[in-house]
Structures are given as C-alpha cells and as structure tokens.
Nanobody
C-alpha cells in the first residue's frame, strides 16, 4: 500500500515556475514507477510525465517537453515536478500516481495509487 500526498501548487503568472512535490508513504517506494497527471476543468485527466523506479527513464507529454522536469529522491520517498515557463493552459489539478508493474507508464489505467491532487493556476 502506498499513500501519496501532493504539495506545491498555487497561483503563478504566465512564464513563472512552480515545483510540485509528492510525498509517499511505505518502505517500497523505490520499487514504484511514478507519474504526474493533470485534469483541467471540463477535460479528461491527461498524462504529464513519468519516471522509472531508478530515475533513469523519463517520459513527457509533448505539451510539457522542454518546460517540465520530473525527478525523484528514493531516500526521501518523494517525486517532484519542476514546471518552468508556465502557460495558462497548464492550469489544472495535478496528481501524482504510483505503479509497481511497469517501467514508466503513460496511461493512467496502469497506475495503482493516486494522490488527492494539488491545484495549479496560471494567470495570463
């Protein structure tokens, strides 16, 4: 069982930066692939980024590639999403998720555990 708690969301102007954190409980965190997803009002949840258990494999959605960076610290049971050059279209609730079966899945259906989400609002 893994419990996930996101933090770091907030209101930022376009062009600004935010760093999201996801704290995980459990002693087996290092064996889980981790992902970030987001859901904007009226839209379906979409993939943002994923990272393998070791951190050596990462994937990004095309819409955030070059602006967002996913990383993890297994010693701290945490995964991060550094978001730079934010745009109004990045406004959404951001969720972190954990999966034990795949390397770094991009489908939300592969993930076993989810956090409650943190709101990110980018003003123009």
């Amino acid at each position: 069982q893994v419990q996930l708690v996101e933090s770091g969301g907030g209101l930022v102007q376009a062009g600004g930066s935010l760093r999201l954190s996801c704290a995980a409980s459990g002693r087996t965190f290092s064996s889980y692939a981790m992902g970030w997803f987001r859901q904007a009002p009226g839209k379906e949840r979409e993939f943002v980024a994923a990272i393998s258990w070791s951190g050596d494999i990462t994937y990004y959605a095309d819409s955030v590639k070059g602006r967002f960076t996913i990383s993890r610290d297994n010693a701290k049971n945490a995964v991060y999403l550094q978001m730079n050059s934010l745009k109004p279209e990045d406004t959404a609730v951001y969720y972190c998720a954990a999966d034990r079966h795949f390397v770094a899945p991009m489908s939300e259906y592969e993930y076993d555990y989810w956090g409650q989400g943190t709101q990110v609002t980018v003003s123009s």
